[in-house]
């Protein structure tokens, strides 16, 4: 049992998610994807839109990324409640008022904006993207590991080092 209240190690979890993908691919022709079911909720939400992006979306075809979706709430939901050694805080206090509601609410804008807009999110170009051979996917997964060390560098620099 505990086993299953910790967090699992990186060399089950990364290769279990590997396996995950290419069974999906082969088994299902589908792609796994969180970002995109955000159109797919705005769809159902607004089945009368205008907008092209969301008028001309088949949500019957993808209605399995928006169960998929809910599946991973009720996961987490599950292993916080049920299957961890300590509780676990859904936010931190700092992010209990105004101040905090707008950073979150500005960063959700922000994080959706890059995904809709780099077509997908970091993990999917790095796990779907190259398990697909994209070649986006490719320079994707390259800048944002070049931002990740320049990003670092600056850290490093500006902190005096690895002192």
């Given at each position: 049992m505990?086993?299953?209240l ?9 290769p279990?998610?590997g396996?995950?993908?290419g ?5 299902g022709?589908?792609?796994l ?25 088949d949500?019957?075809?993808?209605a399995w ?5 809910f599946?991973?709430?009720l ?5 916080v409640?049920f299957?961890s ?6 936010l931190?206090?700092?992010?209990h008022?105004?101040?905090g ?13 890059g995904?809709?807009w ?36 600056i850290?490093?620099l500006?902190?005096?080092g690895l002192?």
């Open positions: 505990q086993f299953l910790s967090p699992w190690p990186w060399w089950l979890a990364g279990l998610i396996l995950t993908v069974l999906l691919l082969v088994l022709g589908r792609n994807g969180v970002s995109s079911s955000f159109r797919h909720l705005c769809t159902l939400a607004l089945p009368k839109s205008r907008l092209p992006y969301l008028a001309h979306n949500v019957r075809k993808q990324s928006v169960l998929f979706v599946g991973i709430s996961g987490a939901f599950l292993a409640h299957l050694n300590a509780p676990v805080e859904f931190p206090a700092h992010y008022s105004t101040s509601a707008l950073k979150l609410l500005a960063g959700g804008f922000l994080v959706g904006f995904t809709r780099a077509r997908g999110c970091t993990s999917g170009h790095a796990i779907m993207g190259l398990a697909n051979f994209q070649l986006a996917s490719l320079y994707a997964v390259l800048s944002f590991f070049a931002g990740g060390l320049v990003a670092a560098g850290a490093l500006l902190n005096g002192s």
